[in-house]
């Protein structure tokens, strides 16, 4: 018989996470390993050097670049504040001096008699990692971070937009295929991570945004809402980044899509708990998928089970990530052994699909196709 592996999508109630948080050069890390840590603990931090503001002192004084140390009111290394004269020529009799203003406050790092710049360098910008999730510390990356682990329930969507945020997990819709308007956003969304069905049209999200909704779970989302809410074309880079104050995780794909029942259940069951997210998605090399960790308290000495990679193969559940079907769910019906031709004129392995939305069945290449893993 045919046989495949393929990445897939985790969607598991019970697991231990394991996440690295990292600093992004060297610092502190101000926690042992062993110690418990809840999600908005600081468990590294350093400082960033701060922004270098150059000044040409040659033209604002008009003088040769040669005379500028003759003339500086402070040396490299001092301490200088805004507005404050750092250098200044003679003038005539004590009158029609030139005088030269920090346009920052900073530190003089540097000065030139070949350029006749300056270069004041401000202040360090301290930079912390939060633990992210409720946890131990499971390792220590001596002068960059930490490993967090945590037993919990995993569950990873296709595609999200906005970063790390924390926040109590309220279902919105009652079933798989609600559609969620703006006139079920209220103020009781305001720090939740708001569970919805089907579809959740772009009035919503801003109304969730409004309220202070921290992330929206929903099977479905137009991808031209998107750009409405970031501002541009969201492309195959990492997202994550995005300004915005809500996060959002798609579960199944764009267009109105119901969430997977054992995915809207599972969030179901875990109504009143305090949820990490995270938005961010990188679609291909090095996958990222948007993820919600919801910390099991009490459970500590849980040992990890793994997933048993059994591959693609006759009856696997799987989701569609490409086009003309993305985000769409059905189960393998058969896997040809045979290179088939596509449209493109290329030959690849494919599998036949019976997508559960339309009972159709559709030749597709393997590579097009992700598992749904649950444990």
Not at 131 to 137: F, Q
Not at 193 to 199: R, Y
Not at 259 to 288: D, P
Not at 364 to 374: S, V
Request: glycine share 10%; proline share 5%.
């Amino acid at each position: 018989m045919a046989h495949a592996y393929t990445p897939g999508l985790k969607v598991i109630p019970k697991t231990v996470v394991h996440k690295t948080r990292q600093l992004p050069l060297k610092g502190d890390v101000v926690v042992k390993k062993g110690q418990t840590v809840t999600a908005e603990d600081v468990v590294a931090k350093t400082d960033l050097p701060g922004n270098v503001v150059p000044i040409n002192l040659a033209n604002l004084l008009n003088v040769e670049a040669s005379e500028i140390p003759e003339l500086l009111n402070r040396k490299p290394g001092d301490k200088v504040e805004k507005h404050e004269i750092i250098a200044e020529t003679p003038g005539i009799f004590g009158m029609f001096k030139s005088k030269a203003h920090s346009p920052t406050s900073g530190t003089l790092e540097a000065v030139s008699k070949i350029t006749g710049q300056a270069i004041i360098r401000e202040a360090p910008i301290p930079v912390s990692v939060q633990a992210y999730i409720n946890g131990k510390v499971t390792e220590i990356i001596p002068d960059e971070g930490v490993e967090v682990s945590t037993t919990a329930s995993f569950i990873q969507g296709i595609f999200g937009i906005g970063g790390e945020r924390r926040g109590i997990i309220k279902v919105l819709a009652p079933d798989t295929e609600t559609r969620i308007t703006e006139a079920m956003i209220t103020e009781e969304c305001k720090g939740k991570v708001l569970i919805c069905g089907s579809f959740l049209t772009h009035k919503a999200f801003l109304k969730a945004q409004e309220v202070g909704a921290v992330g929206v779970v929903v099977g479905g989302f137009n991808y031209s809402d998107i750009k409405k809410i970031v501002g541009y074309d969201i492309g195959v880079a990492i997202t994550g980044q995005e300004e915005t104050d809500t996060s959002l995780i798609i579960t199944e794909g764009f267009g109105e899509v119901c969430m997977a029942k054992h995915t809207f259940e599972l969030l179901k069951s875990q109504e009143g708990k305090s949820a990490s997210i995270n938005g961010a998605t990188q679609i291909r090399a090095g996958v990222i998928r948007p993820e919600i960790i919801i910390p099991l308290e009490g459970d500590e000495k849980f040992e990890e089970k793994k997933a048993e990679l059994f591959g693609l193969d006759s009856g696997t559940e799987v989701r569609v990530i490409r086009a003309p079907y993305f985000g769409m769910l059905g189960e393998v019906v058969e896997m040809p052994h045979e290179l088939q031709r596509l449209e493109s004129g290329s030959l690849a392995r494919v599998a036949k699909i019976r997508l559960y939305e339309n009972k159709k069945e559709v030749l597709l290449p393997r590579a097009n196709l992700e598992m749904i893993e649950k444990i």
